[in-house]
């Protein structure tokens, strides 16, 4: 078994984490000969080379004529706005290595994936991890599609991102399995604030939806000024952002109660801190995020029809509220705040639910459906 797993990016995001969690079971569960190909360098460059046979990115910037560029993109059949980040004579001498699968991990993969499958000599299966909803569709590979015809079978990281891809990318039901996604914590720290702490993860951008994070500060705060407590958000912050959100947090006079901490690379002890996290995301497949918190025992709120955590938050009470409705959220908050036998009731039924989700549990599912469409 020859196996090729295409990584969208090297960065230290969901997609690619959770690839490297199942490399890194793979290799030590299995004997099986893999190689990575990473179409965007970021943080995790080493820890894919060395968990992979071979690991093919680029070693350095490289250029292309607007010529070459147009040329690659007609043989990817891509989105004319999506950016290309590697060399077609590279992704040809890739589809030479006689493979007997190919793995896509995430939507941005699909078009490279399908090329190489259309150029190799072995005919591979191709199998589609998707971690995406409609709007990230749409936006990096809006004819997803025409692409399904190529593709043997899709992982779908939730029931939510299953029916998307059923409802609305023409995808058959048969064709796609459901692996919810998982992570691992190495280090449950103990908690040292003082303060009531509510926090919140990931990339600031609109799909995260850090301005409703700020709504339910305003509001929380409004209703209890004189409290320590305190909204904080971890991950990775444009400058332009950055400046954005730091005038808003201003007008809104919550200077000393409201921060953005940036990207910090081991967040475990930022987690231990918190009281409560806040998933107020837009549009979200399964954040790694809340199964992390979720497995240290914090209580998550989210907006319904979002996320498709909300599949396994809703079990949970005070876990999901109406779409974008701050106030109930806020509400959860302080309901949270004011009720300490609450938050531990319903932390320790978050730490129950997500202990499940591990590489040990779900990363053998994935082989299973490696190894029963290979004896197909």
């Known amino acids: ?43 995790l460059l080493d820890d894919f080379t060395a968990v992979s046979n071979q690991h093919f990115f680029n070693r350095k910037e490289e250029t292309f004529s ?52 259309n150029k190799s000599a072995s005919s591979p299966k191709l199998i589609n991890h998707l971690h995406e909803l409609n709007l990230t569709i749409n936006r990096y590979c809006p ?63 609109w799909r995260k939806g850090p ?32 400046l954005i959100y730091e005038e808003d947090i201003l007008k809104l006079n919550l200077s000393d109660k409201v921060e953005f901490l940036g990207f910090q690379d081991n967040p475990s002890e930022f987690y231990s801190n918190l009281d409560v996290f806040l998933m107020t995301s837009k549009e979200d497949p399964f954040p790694l995020v809340c199964v992390e918190v979720g497995m240290m025992g914090v209580p998550i709120i989210c907006f319904e029809s979002a996320t498709g955590t909300e599949e ?18 806020g509400d959860n908050v302080i309901k949270y705040f004011k009720d300490a036998d609450l938050k531990r009731k319903n932390g320790d039924e978050m730490k129950k639910i997500f202990q499940e989700f591990t590489p040990k549990t779900q990363a053998q599912k994935i082989y299973n459906s490696i190894e029963d469409l290979l004896l197909d």
């Open 1 to 43: 078994m020859k196996l090729l797993f295409i990584n969208h990016s090297a960065e230290k995001t969901g997609a690619p984490i959770v690839l490297l969690h199942f490399l890194k079971w793979l290799k030590q569960n299995k004997t099986v000969e893999f190689d990575v190909l990473s179409l965007k360098n970021g943080n």
């Open 66 to 117: 607007s010529k070459a560029i147009q040329i690659l993109k007609k043989e990817l059949n891509i989105n004319k706005d999506q950016k290309i980040k590697y060399p077609q004579k590279k992704l040809d001498a890739i589809a030479k290595n006689n493979y007997d699968l190919i793995y896509a991990n995430s939507v941005v993969s699909v078009p490279v994936s399908v090329y190489i499958k």
């Open 143 to 205: 004819n997803l599609n025409e692409y399904e015809k190529d593709i043997d079978l899709t992982i779908a990281v939730s029931e939510k991102v299953k029916h998307n891809l059923v409802s609305n990318w023409k995808f058959l039901q048969n064709k796609i399995k459901v692996v919810y996604a998982y992570s691992e914590i190495t280090n449950q720290d103990t908690k040292t604030s003082n303060n009531f702490v509510v926090g919140a993860s990931g990339l600031v951008q």
């Open 211 to 242: 301005e409703f994070f700020l709504l339910v500060a305003y509001y929380v705060l409004k209703q209890l000024p004189n409290e320590n407590i305190r909204f904080q958000w971890l991950g990775k912050i444009s400058k332009a952002h950055e």
């Open 312 to 329: 396994v938050l809703k079990q949970v009470p005070n876990s999901v509220v109406p779409y974008l409705d701050v106030v109930a959220m």
